[in-house]
């Protein structure tokens, strides 16, 4: 599976919905470049960043982390550069790195989830590491004639939930934030994706990209998720 095209600047590897892989972003500026999620394990960045440079692109300056969850960051001890996530980001993996420490912590996500026990399949150990740089509202970095602004949201589907906007290229970065809470029995809290359709109401962008799909037109996504309310 290789590298596509979204707008000039943005490129993505898709999801891989056999192994439940979400989709990793590019952003491309005249100085640095941004990741969005560093990856469910090492061989998910590795097959990333080997598409990167089948493309010319050099590996990420910056990646920015959505959420916590181990799909989106479990390959975060293999990525170059800097990364970036909410404070509540750390905070949950720091949580994650102490269940790690029990040697069987990994056969009990395998047991737990059949996507986990195909990407790790014969690993017997996990390298959980956290975020280099904490925010904890908002930041904005500047890429060389590409921003990318960095914000929480409230979501019904992780409390860290992180979103990127790119304005230049009318693009918005939701990772998972639009699904339900699957580490609370697939809960989903009504008043909080109302909050999260009027904050995506309220952002001027063409596409809603989301980890686990193709990206969507910001019309086609706020059309389903009236339907959820």
Not at 49 to 57: E, F, I, T
Not at 89 to 118: M, V
Request: net charge negative; charged share 30%.
């Amino acid at each position: 599976m290789g590298l596509k095209n979204l707008t000039k600047n943005i490129y993505f590897l898709p999801h891989e919905p056999e192994v439940d892989r979400p989709m990793l972003a590019y952003v491309k500026g005249d100085k640095f470049s941004l990741a969005v999620d560093a990856g469910y394990s090492k061989k998910h960045v590795q097959d990333f960043y080997r598409a990167l440079r089948s493309c010319d692109l050099k590996e990420p300056d910056f990646t920015v982390i959505t959420h916590w969850h181990y799909d989106h960051t479990f390959g975060l001890h293999d990525i170059s550069g800097v990364s970036i996530a909410h404070q509540k980001t750390n905070l949950f993996l720091r949580e994650q790195q102490d269940r790690a420490n029990d040697k069987k912590y990994i056969d009990i996500l395998k047991k737990d989830d059949t996507h986990f026990a195909k990407e790790y399949a014969g690993e017997n150990e996990l390298n959980i590491v956290i975020a280099d740089i904490e925010y904890v509202e908002k930041m904005t970095l500047n890429l060389g004639n590409i921003t990318a602004h960095i914000f929480h949201t409230v979501s019904p589907h992780s409390e860290d939930t992180t979103c990127i906007y790119i304005p230049e290229e009318k693009v918005l970065f939701l990772g998972d934030s639009t699904s339900e809470d699957f580490f609370n029995g697939g809960y989903m809290d009504k008043r909080k994706l109302q909050h999260l359709i009027e904050r995506i109401y309220s952002i001027d962008c063409d596409y809603c990209v989301l980890s686990h799909c193709e990206p969507l037109k910001k019309n086609e996504l706020l059309a389903y998720l009236n339907t959820l309310k």
